[in-house]
């Protein structure tokens, strides 16, 4: 009997020799048990899993103690544990391994028992630890940082990747400003320096006249009669000649809205005097918005905020935004071409354009011919950030009248006089007696005390009217009768001040001012040897509305503007 020889690996036969028959069967079934593959296979491979076990629970744990032992500390075990983690998926992404790798160099954990670690993955670098900042890895260079750069980065959430923040409350997003074309580049320490050399109108230039008025109106009114303002003193008083004095009913409020003005006044003046923007901003807007946010309220805030600083002012805009009317448009005119400060004209312009422009054109087109050169030019530049190229018209008919700075003559009855346009200026501490009558009688509303008479050693600055309540001495006036009203108001330093406050209120008005014959003519030949501001400030608006610059004569932009159909600048037609 032959038997043949097999591999004990592959169980191949080896030889076709045929063995000795004196061998047992039994020796050559053992050979076959032996050489079978699949029992030296697997036990070859599970010897090997095995191992690689072994040796790989054993090299965590070398890692680990050695970490321990070279920086320990709260987090040392999160660290590694994560960057153990971290080390197992590289394996399964070899590229995220690499990002980093060539920056960083071969960098070693030792412990004190100089035992050696190699360097983590590059996720372990720069995975920040929890609740710590985050560690920023070194920007790759060089050959490592294209390869980083071809390759996509992951998008999904990263494994054990802690929960986004929430997201903050988002802020008020900021206003866009205008792109204002300006035709002068004057600020507002300029502005207000130009108005300091503004000619100033004083009650007392005549000394005492403010004390005689309190007595003759104390004697008028224990007689039973009637005060009727300071207009009687114009004809003694060429420089009050031309001031604007209202009369009659024209210059009392009635009593209940005397009594609200009084109440307002009294509740915004407590606001001031807190100074806390913040505050006063939040109770204007929200908290009071119910008082504030009404027609009622504008004269209360035009009187005492148009005073302050341009931050308040800022916010007085905002305000008068948020209110609807024809009382409202005509205050946020005063504040675009009236204001020193260019932020607050430019928020007064951006309030005028969501309103109805028969609200606030017509304002616009008067201010061009206002005195005063500044404002005129204000005026020119909101009419071309508004856009306003329906005024085109009016504007070539304005270049066809008489310049507003030129003397005009007046008639009254038989007699004839010149006047001229003037911008004046009137101290508001000291001549309270001009603008309203002597109040005795602590039931009238809007009582105010008249500083510059006060007896006291102190002369504390005016902190709103309603006053005449406690140990006040007086002398007071009343608020509810207004003889003069101003077009805006500055603060300015004042030098010689006394016992009133450093800083003063300056009122500002325009006067019809008297002229002989002689400053008549002199001031119109020094006029028309100059070009006048109003008329450039027209100019202005005509090229920046049409894109044309057709000179300064109105004929010239008639035919341009209009060659087959030429309106004359008196409105009619050809």
């Known amino acids: 009997m032959s038997t043949p020889f097999r591999c004990p690996h592959c169980c191949i036969p080896l030889s076709n020799a045929p063995r000795s028959s004196a061998e047992p069967d039994a020796a050559s079934d053992e050979v076959d048990r032996l050489a079978s593959s699949h029992f030296y296979t697997r036990r070859w491979v599970v010897s090997q899993l095995v191992a690689g076990l072994l040796a790989g629970v054993a090299g965590v744990v070398v ?23 971290d080390a197992r998926a590289g394996e399964t992404a070899p590229g995220s391994a690499e990002q980093g790798v060539a920056s960083q160099g071969p960098t070693s954990l030792k412990s004190a028992g100089q035992l050696e670690v190699q360097p983590l993955s590059a996720k372990a ?5 929890p609740g710590g900042a985050k560690a920023i890895a070194p920007p790759l260079q060089g050959p490592a940082a294209k390869r980083s750069a071809a390759r996509p980065r992951a998008t999904g959430p990263a494994p054990n990747a802690a929960a986004p923040p929430e997201p903050p409350r988002p802020a008020e997003q900021p206003v866009a400003r205008l792109a204002l074309k300006r035709l002068q580049r004057l600020d507002e320490d300029d502005l207000r320096a130009e108005l300091r050399r503004v000619p100033e109108v004083a009650l007392d230039t005549v000394p005492n006249t403010s004390k005689r008025v309190f007595v003759t109106v104390n004697q008028l009114l224990e007689q039973g009669g009637r005060y009727d303002g300071p207009a009687s003193l114009q004809s003694k008083r060429p420089d009050l000649a031309g001031l604007p004095l209202r009369q009659g009913k024209a210059c009392q409020l009635a009593k209940d809205e005397a009594k609200e003005f009084q109440d307002l006044s009294r509740k915004l003046h407590e606001h001031l005097g807190k100074s806390d923007p913040a505050a006063l901003r939040q109770a204007l807007l929200e908290t009071e918005k119910e008082t504030w946010l009404t027609p009622n309220a504008i004269p209360v805030m035009t009187q005492i905020l148009q005073a302050e600083n341009s931050s308040v002012r800022l916010l007085y805009a905002e305000v008068l935004g948020r209110i609807r009317g024809g009382e409202a448009a005509e205050a946020l005119v005063r504040r675009a071409v009236l204001d020193l400060a260019p932020e607050v004209r430019e928020r007064a312009i951006r309030e005028l354009r969501t309103r109805s422009r028969n609200d606030y054109v017509p304002l616009l087109l008067r201010k061009l011919r206002y005195p005063w050169a500044p404002a005129a030019g204000h005026a020119a530049e909101a009419l071309v950030a508004l856009d306003l190229k329906e005024t085109v018209l009016d504007l070539v008919r304005m270049l066809g009248e008489p310049d507003p700075t030129l ?31 002597p109040s005795f009688s602590k039931k009238d509303l809007i009582r ?70 002689v400053q008549a003519a002199e001031l119109l030949q020094r006029r028309q040897k100059g070009r006048s501001t109003q008329r450039e400030a027209v100019l202005f608006a005509l090229r920046e509305l049409t894109g044309k610059n057709l000179g300064p004569r109105a004929e010239n932009w008639l035919r341009g503007l209009w060659p087959e159909k030429q309106p004359k600048p008196d409105g009619k037609q050809r």
């Open 407 to 437: 003397p005009t003559t007046v008639t009254e009855g038989r007699t004839r006089y010149q006047v001229v346009p003037e911008l004046v200026r009137v101290n508001h501490l000291r001549n309270c007696a001009l603008c309203h009558p």
């Open 448 to 517: 105010a005390t008249f500083r510059a008479l006060s007896p006291a050693e102190e002369s504390p600055a005016f902190i709103g009217y309603g006053g005449g309540q406690g140990e006040d001495p007086g002398p007071f006036v009343r608020a509810d009768i207004t003889y003069l009203r101003q077009d805006f108001s500055v603060m300015h330093q004042v030098e010689d001040h006394e016992k009133a406050p450093p800083h003063q209120r300056f009122d500002y008005v325009v006067r019809q001012r008297l002229l002989t014959p």
């Open 63 to 85: 890692c680990v103690w050695a970490v321990e032992r070279s920086a320990p500390g709260s987090g040392s075990k999160k660290i590694v544990a994560t960057a153990v983690a």
């Open 125 to 129: 670098i720069s995975r920040p630890p």
